[in-house]
């Protein structure tokens, strides 16, 4: 009779549930997922981020310098190519055609990734907001010859400080070649600054302002 009584019991204690090591097994194994999902997510951003140095604001720095170097003159000193009279050493936000036709007058062609001004190169921040990234060279008396970038409604936090790092090997925007503004309508050490956090909320008028060699 008890064996009996044993064998009607016995289902019931066959049906256990998950142990706390089978449980913590699960959890490492999810958190392994999501961890490699995350990373997934940082290493395609830092390439975004590599390429559009490489292919965008390092191309036109190779630009300006191969000019230089060729002609002795400023890419964008003037807003009429064919007057070298004009030229005093300084950028001027110039018009495609105009940077078109300094380049080819001397045998050099506009980088591939686009033109300035009207560059269609994108670029989506942390936020999940694209950004149409736009590309001028200027001048100013406390910076000397500069390459302005800004984006749609400001310049991407995170990718300006990923490009500081990538020009400077470090995240200041007060030092270096590259440079943070939150006003690039009034450039001056005084709103050069440093960078906000990745995530903070943009400013209409910041910018990335990357200083020419000459």
Request: hydrophobic share 40%.
């Amino acid at each position: 009779m008890k064996k009996q009584e044993c064998s009607k019991l016995s289902p019931l204690f066959d049906n256990k549930g998950f142990t706390l090591i089978e449980m913590a097994i699960v959890l490492i194994i999810i958190g392994i997922i999501i961890g490699a999902i995350v990373k997934g997510k940082d290493i395609v951003k830092s390439a975004e981020q590599k390429k559009l140095y490489t292919k965008f604001v390092n191309a036109w720095s190779l630009t300006f310098n191969n000019y230089y170097d060729r002609t002795g003159w400023i890419l964008s000193d003037t807003d009429d190519p064919a007057n070298a009279g004009a030229r005093d050493g300084n950028c001027t936000p110039a018009t495609v055609a105009n940077l078109n036709l300094q380049l080819t007058a001397v045998g050099l062609e506009l980088p591939p990734v686009g033109a300035t001004n009207t560059t269609d190169r994108s670029y989506k921040d942390s936020n999940g907001v694209l950004h149409t990234l736009v590309l001028v060279f200027d001048y100013d008396s406390d910076v000397g010859n500069f390459i302005r970038i800004t984006g749609t409604g400001g310049i991407p936090n995170d990718l300006g400080m990923a490009l500081d790092r990538m020009v400077d090997g470090t995240m200041d925007g007060t030092i270096g070649d590259l440079l943070y503004t939150d006003n690039y309508n009034a450039i001056a050490p005084a709103t050069i600054i440093q960078w906000p956090l990745a995530t903070a909320g943009l400013v209409a008028t910041s910018a990335i302002i990357f200083k020419m060699q000459f």
